[in-house]
């Protein structure tokens, strides 16, 4: 469009980076000085923070090599009847697998360039998993990658963007039924609802066999059996923590409203119920809710 529009473009992005929203990232190996931004920077550092805090604290799907290797030979047996050839995962597919299915870190990366079998590893790896009663989920950044993903491994896969909005769609269903959940208790012995269920929240550690679902926020319905968690995230943490804090602190805003008589008691009382009411709006707009499937809700 002109040299006066790139030199404009060149004075406004001087002057982000004396404003500190451009930020330069030196040090690359073609010598040049590439751009970023402090959002960028800072997705980086808590990415990278979130993997460093799962290590050693993943679920293996699998505790024993000799189960591992049970496995593999079924599989491999499996695939070369369907094939009407002789097949074998190559030594990286297998460590591969193992690596997925057996790590105790809670991330694990597998890279390889296109055709060199990351698929069909993935495809034992679904396989076993939900032999052990785990429930997969594939995405990918585009349509066509879901699409390759699910057709050549089995994995049900979707886009990121997908993924999360089926996601947030699933977790207001939750939030309502749960609410609703919570106003039956809430009504029980009143001569609403008598029959109410029993609802309780608990943090616990969930096991069953050779199986560790770890200590997650556990949200039970006694009379239908429903189980529900809130994920590991950041966000739900620090919602979870506001839900228990307004939960806690409500006992004693109501026995305050009961006994309060004087105008500095009555705004004590006020105060005290809108924080507790402040905590737990905050608290439900953050948190995440997913349903655990059978093995884990046993557990």
Same mark, same amino acid.
């Given at each position: 469009?002109?040299?006066?529009?790139?030199?404009?473009?060149? /004075? !406004?992005? %001087?002057?982000? +980076? @004396?404003?500190?929203?451009?930020? =330069?990232?030196?040090?690359?190996?073609?010598?040049? *000085?590439?751009?970023?931004?402090?959002?960028?920077?800072?997705?980086?550092?808590?990415?990278?923070?979130?993997?460093?805090?799962?290590?050693?604290?993943?679920?293996?799907?699998?505790?024993?090599?000799?189960?591992?290797?049970?496995?593999?030979?079924?599989?491999?047996?499996?695939?070369?009847?369907?094939?009407?050839?002789?097949?074998?995962?190559?030594?990286?597919?297998?460590?591969?697998?193992?690596?997925?299915?057996?790590?105790?870190?809670?991330?694990?990366?597998?890279?390889?360039?296109?055709?060199?079998?990351?698929? /069909? !590893?993935? %495809?034992?790896? +679904? @396989?076993?998993?939900?032999?052990? =009663?785990?429930?997969?989920?594939?995405?990918?950044? *585009?349509?066509?990658?879901?699409?390759?993903?699910?057709?050549?491994?089995?994995?049900?896969?979707?886009?990121?963007?997908?993924?999360?909005?089926?996601?947030?769609?699933?977790?207001?269903?939750?939030?309502?039924?749960?609410?609703?959940?919570?106003?039956?208790?809430?009504?029980?012995?009143?001569?609403?609802?008598?029959?109410?269920?029993?609802?309780?929240?608990?943090?616990?550690?969930?096991?069953?066999?050779?199986?560790?679902?770890?200590?997650?926020?556990?949200?039970?319905?006694?009379?239908?059996?429903?189980?529900?968690?809130?994920?590991?995230?950041?966000?739900?943490?620090?919602?979870?923590?506001?839900?228990?804090?307004?939960?806690?602190?409500?006992?004693?805003?109501?026995?305050?409203?009961?006994?309060?008589?004087?105008?500095?008691?009555?705004?004590?009382?006020?105060?005290?119920?809108?924080?507790?009411?402040?905590?737990?709006?905050?608290?439900?707009?953050?948190?995440?809710?997913?349903?655990?499937?059978?093995?884990?809700?046993?557990?």
């Amino acid at each position: 469009m002109g040299k006066s529009v790139i030199e404009d473009v060149k /004075a !406004a992005i %001087e002057d982000h +980076r @004396e404003g500190h929203m451009i930020l =330069g990232r030196d040090g690359m190996p073609s010598g040049a *000085t590439w751009l970023t931004t402090q959002k960028a920077l800072n997705a980086e550092k808590e990415l990278v923070s979130t993997i460093v805090e799962g290590f050693g604290k993943g679920q293996a799907v699998l505790s024993s090599s000799s189960e591992f290797d049970q496995m593999l030979s079924e599989f491999e047996t499996k695939k070369s009847q369907a094939l009407g050839i002789d097949f074998k995962l190559s030594g990286e597919q297998v460590n591969a697998a193992k690596n997925t299915l057996m790590h105790q870190d809670k991330f694990q990366a597998i890279q390889g360039d296109a055709g060199t079998g990351k698929t /069909a !590893a993935l %495809e034992f790896v +679904r @396989e076993v998993a939900e032999r052990k =009663g785990w429930n997969i989920q594939g995405v990918a950044t *585009t349509s066509s990658a879901a699409e390759e993903l699910q057709a050549s491994s089995g994995i049900k896969s979707n886009t990121i963007a997908g993924f999360f909005a089926d996601r947030n769609n699933a977790t207001k269903d939750l939030s309502m039924e749960i609410e609703a959940l919570k106003y039956k208790l809430q009504t029980a012995g009143q001569g609403r609802d008598p029959a109410a269920p029993r609802i309780e929240v608990k943090h616990l550690e969930a096991k069953s066999f050779d199986l560790n679902f770890g200590t997650n926020r556990y949200t039970f319905d006694h009379k239908t059996e429903s189980v529900y968690k809130s994920d590991g995230g950041l966000m739900s943490r620090v919602a979870g923590l506001l839900l228990d804090a307004a939960e806690k602190h409500r006992g004693g805003a109501e026995k305050l409203t009961g006994e309060a008589s004087t105008l500095g008691e009555r705004l004590k009382v006020f105060a005290s119920e809108k924080v507790v009411g402040l905590a737990e709006s905050l608290g439900e707009k953050m948190i995440s809710y997913e349903k655990v499937g059978v093995v884990e809700a046993q557990a």
